[in-house]
């Protein structure tokens, strides 16, 4: 893949992909948009934000509050609730790390057997530490959330519950409305990973408090957004500390500026922040692109279920958010994978991070092809043409 193809546009916003990129949700490629606004501002006319002192500085402070608005908009929450980090990990470390702090023993702590590790660990971690007990949410033997066991799993001990918005292996769409009526009823609070979901419009009305990363949603690297709704922002300590969130530092302690800025300590990707609000409001433009993503995605399901030997994740009939994973009877996944990479098919294999689902499944690892808007009908024909000469490889 050469440097030009990645320069040359194919519609004028998104750069012409050389070969068949299937691995966006992963990490997406970026809009041109984002790049220019990041770049508008890192060609010497950049400079820290909030230190005060110049013209510079200030123009710099307005773009990123700008963008801080942009994406407010676009998740449908104010400014002052929308907190820049360096990624959905690092949001949902922020927190676990901040919410979990009173938690003590007599306390539950929900997540699912369907998060990433990213929306696993951080709360396992917190519980451990605090002695609150984690519940593990089980899937059915289909992969989806078994909302059956709702109210056993929600229940007044509950604190916080988190889960995916859609899941990363399946694409499936998690029933918020449901949980969120429980999470309520209970007097707990509800996070929404929506790393998978910002990428396709949805964006976790339900949630107290909803993360995502930039790279997932056509815009930079080492951004994120950890967002609340209903003044959420206010019910957080900051976890990680230094320059530009103290008001006062005194040898014995120190005190904070407000929300959000209290949350983002040291010098943010505020350059990033530019790229992530351009390619929001690109997206929120542009919804006719999703819905190519959401044909390509059917048709990449309908053509692996018609293949004998072909095992696709999760339910069949539901709609799916760009994601499809699978297995080839008898060919272990990285070697399907390995078939696609020669024909210059670009999917993920392996665990997905998502080890407790691939062990409620009984897996080991799976093949999962992701879709974006820049994918076309060849790249469908390219996947499916390739899984099929994989099949070849069976004992
Ligand atoms: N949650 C989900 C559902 C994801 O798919 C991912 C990325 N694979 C993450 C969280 C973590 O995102 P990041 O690595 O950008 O922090």
């Known amino acids: 893949m050469t440097r030009q193809a990645w320069m040359f546009e194919r519609d004028g916003e998104l750069g012409q992909l050389f070969g068949h990129y299937l691995d966006s949700a992963a990490t997406a490629q970026m809009l041109c948009a984002a790049n220019d606004a990041m770049t508008h501002l890192d060609r010497g006319m950049r ?15 307005e773009l990123y509050e700008q963008a801080r608005g942009t994406v407010a908009r676009f998740l449908g929450t104010s400014a002052e609730q929308v907190v820049f980090t360096a990624g959905a990990t690092a949001g949902l470390n922020m927190l676990a790390g901040s919410l979990c702090q009173c938690f003590g023993e007599g306390d539950e702590i929900v997540v699912t057997e369907l998060e990433h590790h990213s ?44 889960v995916t918005q859609v899941s990363n292996v399946t694409g499936l769409v998690s029933d918020l409305t449901s949980i969120a009526r429980r999470v309520r009823d209970v007097g707990a609070l509800l996070v929404v990973d929506a790393a998978q979901a910002v990428p396709h419009g949805l964006m976790a009305e339900q949630a107290d408090f909803l ?10 690297t080492g951004i994120g957004v950890l967002a609340a709704r209903n003044g959420g922002l206010e019910g957080l300590q900051p976890v990680s500390f230094g320059g530009g969130m103290v008001a006062a530092v005194e040898q014995s302690g120190s005190t904070w500026v407000e929300m959000p800025w209290c949350l983002e300590p040291g ?9 992530l609000a351009a390619a929001l409001d690109w997206l929120d433009r542009e919804r006719a692109a999703l819905e190519g993503v959401s044909r390509l995605t059917r048709l990449a399901l309908d053509g692996l279920l018609s293949m004998p030997g072909v095992r696709v994740i999760g339910p069949h009939n539901r709609e799916r958010m760009g994601i499809v994973s699978f297995t080839v009877d008898g060919v272990h996944p990285h070697d399907v994978a390995q078939v696609l990479d020669e024909r210059g098919v670009w999917v993920r294999s392996g665990q997905m991070c998502a080890q407790p689902l691939m062990r409620a499944l009984g897996l080991n690892a799976v093949v999962r092809a992701s879709f974006a808007p820049y994918n076309t009908l060849a790249d469908v024909a390219a996947l499916l043409a390739g899984v099929d000469s994989s099949l070849a490889l069976r004992g």
């Open 119 to 162: 929306n696993f660990v951080p709360w396992q971690q917190a519980a451990l530490r605090t002695g609150a007990a984690l519940k593990v949410w089980p899937v059915t033997s289909e992969g989806e959330l078994n909302m059956l066991l709702l109210e056993q799993m929600i229940t007044p001990r509950t604190r916080v519950v988190s």
């Open 47 to 61: 400079a820290n934000v909030r230190r005060g002192g110049h013209r510079l500085g200030e123009r710099t402070d």
């Open 211 to 220: 993360v995502f990363s930039g790279h997932k949603a056509f815009g930079p």
């Open 267 to 275: 010098t943010p990707p505020f350059s990033q922040a530019l790229g």
